[in-house]
């Protein structure tokens, strides 16, 4: 206060001084200003000028590129997808053919001569020109004798159809008596093999018609194939399947080997987006008789894969852009007939601009060159608009100095009147006779003390009554307090579970609220609800929706039927529209059983007991409150010994910091799992001191509220 008082001007001679050289600074400021915003936007609008033709330009290089490269790009997939339906229909026509000629042995035994057939402990001369046969574990082979003897006609054909088609890795026949014959001869067959349970036997003969099957690992050559297979018929009747076997090796070397500029990558997929084929795509395996679960083509982004399967399915080829392997990338798609699969190429977006990169580079560099500049050439006029500034001040201090003399002789006589009211006489009136504005400003100064005056009554009479409402808004806190359990342990001698919660409302009352209860010996509730507003409507709101879920809860009903209950009631003329969000769930203290149902809350975290945290979605629910007759669902999980399940409200995920960034629930999960051995109430004080530190002083915008139980298993 002293420091000030030195600082201000002693007398009003000097501060009128003071008030004429303020307003001319200011108007010289103002001028300058105006000035330099005027030549700034003259350089701005000069830049523009030069950049802007280049940028065009840039503008119509990357639209015509891109539309190049999109046209050529199609093309390629489409050319692609006709040399793959070529090679299918290739392999289609040569089983086709062998399907005619069995069909014609076994309507005709003797129509062809028979040949030796060859087992796995029988090796012929030459493999290469002969089939082998095996049968199941438990099939005698009486019972396939006659099917064995015919269908060693079949070797002439098969070794024909392997010559012609070299994507054809080897051709198998099988009847649903068991019997299996593959052509060219292997001993390598797994003893435990049984034809009749493989996919390309059981959807031919399951089907009645040629088609292709998933991929799957061959039990000879141990690697991913896919086979095309078509039944023989006799009299109507399936009498054999014959497959033709494609690896997929075969495929990724002769078919997918497409490239734009050393770029991109082909796919082959399935209808349900399998990936059969694609570069560096591992095909070895050893587990021939597990299904294979294999690998899908999915955008990062899984809401573009709804349009994505749409036009997979209209049988058009077309092209797509989004997110692919975290880079923004072009993808054509052209379907194959002959399967139904589909070839898909993807290409980066900026391998596309990657041409046009240097040009761009080099008008960047050319307009901050250009800017330097124009900045340069402001900074000489600004110092020469300067040195003017300083003549025009120094002009006016000796101006203002003589005006002030005149002008302030009268005003000295207000001092002694203006000092007492300054001191506290607001009763005290001033009695200036001058005539003129002196004279204004005397009754001003006796107006201003009988405002004063009144002032202060006023604010002695609002002062008491905001001590009144804080001293209400207290008790309004401590009552609401009082209606949420705050005793923990709650249930000490309960040795089944730990069971911790904790709410701290933004204002002095709050809208969240949590509970806990038994229902009868074994079985307790547990209730968190977050109400849509705060303040004393939401606490108030809060207060009748708790005691409405308690009492649905103690009336043994699931938690469905709670929500479903509560919020017809609360419906009732709900003029105001208000709705709270609710979670609740019912845990059978003796099995770990957890009954849930959700209202339009947050999803819950589960730990495991070995400290494993997640995220457990359930079915969202509507909020109550708003509309009568929602229907709600429950949702049952077991919790195993030593499993923690969090409940929390908005208010924690929700916590920003100075920055507005959101607290997230990464960040939440993360702090759970970094505390897989505590109990349920180290981790809510632990979730609690990391939320205050994330916001660092930032003030807390909604109600934090957290409810933890910890399962402990049945106790002997």
């Known amino acids: 206060m002293t420091n000030r008082r030195r600082l201000r001007p002693k007398n009003i001679r000097t501060r009128i001084l003071y008030a004429l050289l303020g307003t001319a600074l200011l108007s010289l400021v103002c001028f300058g200003l105006v000035s330099f915003w005027s030549m700034n936007n003259l350089g701005q609008t000069s830049l523009k000028g030069t950049v802007g033709l280049s940028q065009e330009l840039l503008k119509i290089s990357k639209g015509s590129l891109e539309t190049l490269t999109q046209e050529g790009l199609l093309k390629s997939t489409v050319d692609q997808a006709a040399l793959i339906d070529a090679q299918f229909r290739d392999v289609e026509n040569d089983l086709k053919v062998l399907v005619d000629s069995a069909e014609r ?7 062809y001569p028979h040949k030796r057939s ?84 059981t959807r031919a003969l399951t089907s009645g018609s040629l088609g292709w099957s998933e991929p799957y690992v061959g039990v000879i050559a141990r690697n991913l194939r896919v086979n095309c297979s078509a039944p023989v018929k006799k009299n109507n009747k399936i009498v054999a399947v014959i497959g033709l076997n494609v690896p997929l090796t075969t495929i990724q070397e002769r ?31 050893n587990d021939w008789g597990e299904k294979q679960k294999g690998e899908f083509f999915s955008f990062d982004d899984q809401k573009a894969m709804p349009l994505l399967d749409k036009n997979l399915a209209s049988g058009t080829p077309g092209i797509m852009r989004g997110m692919l392997g975290k880079q923004d990338s072009f993808v054509a798609y052209a379907p194959s007939s002959t399967t139904g699969w589909s070839v898909l190429f993807a290409l980066p977006v900026e391998a596309v601009y990657a041409p046009i990169r240097p ?81 204004q400003l005397a009754e001003t100064f006796n107006r201003m003390a009988a405002d004063l005056s009144r002032y202060i009554h006023d604010l002695t009479v609002t002062t008491a009554a905001k001590e009144r409402i804080q001293s209400e808004l207290k008790l309004a806190t401590d009552i609401q307090a009082s209606l949420l359990p705050r005793i923990f342990p709650p249930f000490p001698d309960r040795k089944e579970f730990a069971l911790f919660a904790l709410m701290e409302p933004a204002k002095e009352v709050g809208g969240d ?23 004393v409507p939401a606490a108030l ?78 079915s969202p629910g509507f909020v109550l409150g708003p509309m009568p007759d929602i229907s709600y669902r429950t949702e049952q999980i077991m919790l195993q010994p030593g499993e923690l399940f969090l409940l929390y409200t908005d208010g ?8 507005l960034e959101e607290y997230g629930d990464k960040r939440l999960l993360d702090c759970v799992t970094a505390h897989p051995a505590a109990t349920p109430e180290q981790i809510i004080h632990a979730i609690r001191a990391e939320v205050l530190g994330f916001a660092n002083g930032a003030p807390q915008s909604d109600d934090i509220t957290m409810l933890a139980i910890r399962y402990l298993g049945k106790q002997a």
């Open 105 to 111: 042995i076994w309507k005709t035994p003797g129509l």
């Open 118 to 201: 060859y087992s796995i402990a029988d090796q012929p001369s030459d493999p290469k020109a002969a089939s082998v046969w095996q049968i199941p574990q438990g099939v005698p082979t009486s019972a396939v004798a006659t099917e064995l003897q015919t269908s060693s006609a079949m070797d002439d054909f098969m070794i024909s159809v392997l010559k012609s088609n070299p994507i054809i890795n080897d051709c198998n026949l099988a009847t649903p008596q068991g019997l299996f014959r593959r052509f060219p001869w292997s001993a390598n067959i797994d003893k435990n093999y049984d034809v009749r349970k493989r996919d390309w036997f």
């Open 255 to 285: 078919i997918i080997k497409m490239r734009i500029n050393n770029q991109g990558r082909a796919y082959l997929i399935s209808k349900d987006r399998r990936i059969l084929a694609r570069e560096g795509l591992d095909t070895s395996s």
């Open 359 to 439: 040009t761009e580079q080099a008008i960047v560099a050319q307009t901050k060159a250009a800017s330097s500049l124009v900045y340069q050439q402001i900074g000489i006029t600004m110092a020469i608009l300067a040195g003017v500034f300083l003549l025009v001040l120094g002009g006016v201090t000796v101006v203002s100095r003589r005006v002030a003399e005149k002008i302030t002789a009268p005003i000295l006589e207000l001092e002694s009147g203006a000092e007492i009211i300054g001191n506290g006489n607001l009763e005290h009136r001033l009695q200036l006779q001058s005539g003129d504005e002196i004279q």
């Open 513 to 535: 609220f949590y509970d806990f209860f038994f229902l009868d010996d074994r079985r307790i509730c547990l209730v968190i609800g977050d109400v849509s507003d705060k303040g």
């Open 541 to 618: 709101y809060m207060m009748v929706a708790k005691t409405l879920l308690k009492s649905e809860a103690l009336r043994d009903a699931n938690p469905a039927q709670i929500l479903e209950r509560t919020n017809s009631i609360l419906a009732l003329d709900n003029e105001t529209s208000m709705f709270v969000t609710v979670f609740c769930a019912i845990l059978d203290t003796d099995t770990g059983q957890l009954d849930c149902a959700n209202a339009g809350h947050l999803p819950p975290l589960i730990q495991k007991a070995d400290g494993c945290t997640t995220y457990r979605s359930f």
């Open 652 to 659: 924690v995920n929700e916590a920003v910091n100075p920055a």
